[in-house]
């Protein structure tokens, strides 16, 4: 069983950045094609970006631009850098594998507010 941490979240203004951190146990993190999803207040989770085993990121059109996905494997972390960040952007943000694999981790908190 593979278990997540997220951290780095925080309240920012519009136009903000920040860094979200995934940390994962279990040594087969390498091999997953690993995500970061979000879930607004109402809304149902979705898919932010994604980045296979071999460092390919793919985004949703709504953050394409101005979110990066990477990965560390040896550290088995993903992060998603956050820039330009918008109110529409305030969600709990969480990371798993991209086919949802195992257990939510508690996610972190952004508010992007002025």
């Known amino acids: 069983q593979v278990q997540f941490v997220e951290s780095g979240g925080g309240l920012v203004q519009p136009g903000g950045s920040l860094r979200l951190s995934c940390a994962a146990s279990?040594?087969?993190?390498?091999?997953?094609?690993m995500a970061w999803f979000r879930q607004a207040p109402g809304k149902q989770r979705e898919l932010v970006a994604q980045?296979?085993?071999?460092?390919?990121?793919t985004y949703a059109d709504s953050v394409k631009g101005r979110f990066t996905i990477f990965r560390d494997n040896a550290k088995r972390t993903v992060y998603l850098q956050m820039n330009s960040l918008r109110p529409e952007d305030t969600a709990v943000y969480y990371c798993?594998?991209?086919?949802?694999?195992?257990?939510w981790g508690q996610g972190t908190q952004v508010i992007v507010s002025s």
């Open positions: 980045i296979t085993r071999r460092d390919t990121p």
């Open positions: 279990g040594s087969i993190f390498s091999t997953y094609t």
């Open positions: 798993n594998t991209v086919l949802s694999n195992f257990s």
